[in-house]
């Protein structure tokens, strides 16, 4: 092949491959990263710093007590059991984490989001009604009872819930496509934020009386 077309083939290849690529920032894995000038400033980085890897051991990548119900003496009779890189360090840049969710009957797992994950659920024991919200402007609410053995996803970033319909205690185990998802407890954002909401935005926001808002903020 002489120079010239094969400079040309060479110049086609490069510009196909560079057509088919594609990049994009990566996920942020906390709720703030503010970027500073100083590195001595830094107190923390979008993941955790990474061992030595010829340091790792198997306890690194291990957790033991998922077997064990949660405390679900609270006020929305559930506890959801947090496995992520806090809990496993090997869990450091792999994406995931799971959770599970031990719920008294008619217990709830409020509604809620998960900012940097998506949500896979299945039900091991009970019946769980459960749900989520699209986003605006449509909301469609979209929602399923599961049995036991039932699996449900949750999209990312959606309000979603899960509520104990039967009797007896339920149990669910989730994945979640994140190390550290985060979760936003709707009731507790609004009302329960530190400082306060000014009552005249929720008031307006909720189309309440202020009364009610004010009692709702006491009560969160």
């Known amino acids: 092949m002489k120079k010239g077309v094969s400079f040309l083939v060479t110049v086609a290849l490069v510009a196909l491959v560079s057509s088919l690529a594609s990049a994009s920032d990566p996920s942020p894995l906390q709720d703030t990263c ?33 077997d064990k119900p949660g405390n679900t003496s609270n006020a929305v009779a559930s506890n959801v059991t947090t496995v992520n890189v806090d809990k496993i360090k090997g869990l450091n840049t792999l994406g995931i ?4 969710i031990d ?30 919200v699209t986003s605006n402007t449509e909301n ?3 929602s399923k009872v599961l049995n036991k053995g039932d699996v449900f996803v949750f999209p990312i970033g959606l309000i979603h819930f899960q509520f104990n319909v039967g009797k007896t205690k339920a149990v669910a185990i989730a994945g979640l496509s994140s190390q ?15 400082p306060p909401i000014n009552p005249d935005v929720l008031t307006r926001a909720f189309q309440l009386d202020k009364k009610v808002v004010s009692y709702l903020q006491s009560r969160f």
């Open 103 to 132: 719920y008294e009957p008619y217990g709830q797992n409020p509604p809620h989001t998960h900012p940097r994950a998506t949500e896979i659920l299945t039900v091991l024991e009970g019946t769980l009604y459960v749900g989520f």
């Open 34 to 66: 503010v970027a500073i000038d100083e590195p001595k400033d830094a107190v923390f980085v979008n993941g955790k710093f990474c061992k030595d890897p010829n340091l790792t051991v198997a306890e690194d990548f291990f957790f033991s007590g998922l």
């Open 180 to 194: 550290n998802p985060g979760v936003i407890t709707i009731a507790n954002a609004v009302f329960g934020s530190d």
């Open 140 to 142: 469609r609410f979209i």
């Open 97 to 100: 984490s799971m959770v599970r």
